[in-house]
């Protein structure tokens, strides 16, 4: 499975942000696809979690009702959506994804990123004040 992560870049305090993920070598399945970001000095972090059998969703509680991730099965993206960006949002997004035979799988790899198995680049997103 290969990640490439694009759509990061500077916004202003209020605004919002599409990131996407362009799946390649992802075969229809049972997969965790996710989202996590790393700030500037921080751990990197779960922000956001698919399970593409259910198509269940699982955010991070800090980041729930701001940030709406999904898949688009015909371009075969994953895609965050981020509203109401503040300051704090700054950080190298990542997308990443692993095998899964359960939601409750997807729900622990959001709060342990070693359990993910691929990883793109990252897409940096700067939020100003």
């Known amino acids: 499975v290969q990640l490439r992560e694009s759509g990061g870049g500077p916004a202003q305090t209020g605004g919002s942000l599409k990131l996407s993920c362009e799946l390649s070598g992802y075969y229809y399945g049972h997969y965790c696809l996710a989202w996590f970001r790393q700030a500037p000095g921080k751990e990197r972090e779960g922000v956001a979690i698919?399970?593409?059998?259910?198509?269940?969703?699982f955010y991070a509680d800090s980041l729930k009702g701001r940030f709406t991730i999904s898949l688009d099965r015909a371009t075969d993206s994953l895609d965050l959506r981020m509203n109401s960006l503040a300051p704090e949002d700054t950080a190298m997004y990542y997308c990443?994804?692993?095998?899964?035979?359960?939601?409750?799988?997807?729900?622990?790899?959001?709060?342990?990123?070693?359990?993910?198995?691929?990883w793109g680049k990252g897409t940096l997103v700067t939020v100003s004040a």
């Open positions: 698919f399970f593409t059998s259910t198509e269940s969703t």
């Open positions: 990443a994804a692993n095998v899964a035979n359960s939601g409750d799988t997807c729900r622990a790899s959001l709060i342990d990123k070693e359990k993910m198995t691929w």
